[in-house]
């Protein structure tokens, strides 16, 4: 999965059709229109190693949106056994946001699976802990400590 981060020199695809994006900073590929599908790109997938790795962008998620991002999300994850949303680029959690982390949660890998979440900016991880659901999830302050042993 190389570096602990992407930067703007990294080619980066379409999480719906698989194109190639034009590397540019990652703040300005969020909530853009895909030049192959034009699906909106609100998350990156990267697969290594038997790990699916999410990083979701900064942009909005209305109410009328979540229940398709969140099947978007679950068809890009696919049956993998072992998950790692990235949420460095995320200062805020929407309530529904944290309604698809829980989805997750559940439909990763049965019991033999593996959620883990990194890069959680302050005030999203007050969230985080203000709902409890540090109790509930892997959180891991990195990309790397995330990786380590997974």
């Known amino acids: 999965m190389g570096d602990?981060?992407?930067?703007?020199?990294?080619?980066?695809?379409?999480?719906?059709?698989g194109l190639e994006i034009a590397a540019r900073p990652l703040e300005e590929i969020a909530d853009?229109?895909?030049g192959g599908c034009q699906n909106l790109i609100w998350f990156l997938t990267e697969e290594r190693d038997g790990i699916v790795e999410l990083t979701f962008l900064p942009g909005l998620m209305l109410a009328a949106?979540?229940?398709?991002?969140?099947?978007?999300?679950?068809?890009?994850i696919g049956d993998a056994q072992r998950v790692l949303i990235n949420l460095r680029e995320l200062r805020i959690l929407p309530?529904?946001?944290l309604g698809m982390l829980?989805?997750?949660q559940k439909n990763v890998?049965?019991?033999?699976?593996?959620l883990r979440i990194c890069g959680l900016?302050?005030?999203?991880?007050?969230?985080?802990?203000?709902?409890?659901?540090?109790k509930v999830f892997d959180i891991y302050p990195d990309r790397a400590a995330a990786l380590?042993?997974?």
């Open 95 to 97: 309530s529904m946001f």
């Open 109 to 114: 890998g049965g019991e033999s699976g593996a």
């Open 4 to 17: 602990s981060s992407h930067n703007q020199n990294d080619a980066v695809s379409c999480p719906h059709c």
């Open 102 to 104: 829980v989805s997750l």
């Open 65 to 76: 949106e979540s229940e398709s991002r969140i099947e978007q999300v679950l068809s890009a």
């Open 121 to 134: 900016q302050e005030a999203a991880g007050e969230v985080i802990g203000t709902t409890k659901l540090d």
């Open 148 to 150: 380590v042993d997974f």
């Open 32 to 34: 853009t229109p895909c």
